[in-house]
């Protein structure tokens, strides 16, 4: 297994979970991680990314309730969410992006559920 998630679970809104997401030593460093949400019914969508630089990026629905953070030292990539809405429930994913040969790597999935 090349990206292992955990950490999803069921809270209330308003609530905080912590995500994590330990990644093989030979692909950490392939390009960005980011995390996806794959809401019931819809696609899976890119919430939050963090690039080799250390540069972040948050869709807008998340920013200022997400922090994507890593851990180089434990090749582990995490997603702190606070401030919890019923809408952020699904199944969030770990990404990892290799940008020289184009393609993505997926954790299996996570799920969290927000209750209102």
């Known amino acids: 297994v090349q990206l292992q998630a955990s950490g999803g679970g069921l809270v209330q809104a308003g609530g905080s979970l912590s995500l994590s997401c330990v990644a093989s030593a030979a692909i950490f460093n392939v390009g960005p991680l980011g995390w996806y949400l794959q809401a019931p019914g819809k696609q899976r969508d890119l919430v939050a990314q963090i690039f080799s630089s250390g540069n972040t990026w948050y869709a807008d629905s998340v920013k200022g309730r997400f922090t994507i953070s890593r851990d180089i030292a434990k090749n582990t990539v995490y997603l702190q969410m606070n401030s919890l809405e019923p809408d952020d429930t699904g199944v969030y994913y770990c990404?990892?992006?290799?940008?020289?040969?184009?393609?993505?790597?997926w954790g299996q999935g996570t799920q969290v559920t927000v209750s209102s």
């Open positions: 990404n990892a992006y290799d940008v020289m040969r184009r393609s993505d790597f």
